[in-house]
């Protein structure tokens, strides 16, 4: 009875962990935008800082009007929401923070994240398609185009941590990782965080929003709590980005005299924190320059991540 009541414990307080850190990063970007580009808005709700930020946006989204399109399905674009959101949280069950701090740890752990990952951008696709929108349609369009692209070298990238560590259980994989790890798997690690970015559909790979051009893609026609959630999914996706590069390519929880659940949020963060930049930083790129990038320069470097890693295995043993 008490290790079932310690499994449930655990488990409790790894979902809250998880549940609150898109929170935070969504209040983190919110303040590194408003530093970066002298936004005074968000440095002012609530006083100090802006602190209450995030809860002024939280109380917008909820007094906004629930609309749906007279000629939408109404079905799937009630559902397309849940489906870009709970793939999210149903990876993250599956994500060491510790040594023993894991919700669930199954043998095949890697696979089964790469397997639901795909299923949130569907969301997306049965946004377009339900909103009966031309710009709805032409963002969900994008969004199946990308995830055809980027999957390829996410999962060659994420296949090469795999064979290195020689297993596919995600605290398997911390715990077979090396320091010199750091330089061999150092393309993958690139490759890894480019590609979920794309999938991610964060700046600069966002042209299936493109707010600039098609208004907001699949997310046009939303609004109130429904658009929340695909704001939620968002934050949630980096959350879970973050988490996966830092347990593949980064160590996850090793790390010198500090306790190992910090070395893996203090990597999480700074992760969080370059996807934030990147966001600030680059400009939007064309929809033949996102192509081009994943089969021309992601795909083969993966393939060439993957060929040294096979021969560092045969000579390391």
């Given at each position: ?24 990063v ?11 580009q ?21 109380v ?84 199946a185009?990308q ?38 798997q ?36 939303y ?23 830092t ?71």
């Amino acid at each position: 009875m008490g290790e079932v009541l310690d499994i449930v414990l655990r488990f409790v307080v790894i979902l809250l962990v998880f549940l609150l850190l898109p929170l935070v990063v969504g209040q983190a970007e919110h303040k590194v935008m408003a530093h970066m580009q002298s936004r005074l808005g968000p440095m002012y709700a609530g006083g100090f800082h802006g602190w209450a930020q995030l809860i002024a946006d939280g109380v917008k989204f909820a007094q906004k009007e629930d609309v749906i399109p007279a000629a939408a399905d109404r079905r799937v674009f009630q559902l397309a929401p849940g489906v870009a959101l709970v793939p999210y949280l149903l990876v993250l069950i599956v994500i060491p923070i510790g040594p023993g701090l894991v919700g669930v740890d199954l043998d095949l752990g890697l696979f089964y994240v790469l397997a639901v990952m795909g299923i949130g951008v569907l969301g997306s696709i049965m946004a377009g398609w339900a909103s009966a929108n031309k710009y709805s349609v032409l963002g969900g369009m994008r969004s199946a185009a990308q995830l055809m692209s980027y999957e390829l070298p996410l999962v060659l990238a994420a296949s090469s941590v795999a064979m290195a560590a020689g297993t596919l259980s995600l605290p398997g994989i911390v715990e077979a990782w090396q320091w010199w790890w750091l330089p061999w798997q150092a393309i993958g690690a690139v490759v890894f965080f480019l590609a979920g970015l794309a999938e991610l559909r964060r700046p600069p790979f966002d042209m299936p929003i493109a707010e600039s051009e098609i208004i907001m893609g699949p997310m046009t026609e939303y609004t109130g709590m429904r658009f929340a959630l695909f704001m939620l999914a968002e934050y949630v996706g980096i959350v879970v980005l973050s988490f996966l590069t830092t347990v593949l390519f980064l160590g996850g929880w090793h790390g010198p005299l500090l306790p190992g659940v910090v070395w893996t949020f203090l990597k999480v963060f700074a992760l969080a924190f370059v996807i934030i930049w990147f966001r600030v930083s680059f400009p939007r790129l064309r929809e033949d320059q996102l192509q081009r990038l994943a089969w021309v320069g992601l795909v083969p470097l993966a393939l060439v991540q993957l060929a040294l890693t096979g021969v560092v295995k045969v000579l390391v043993g």
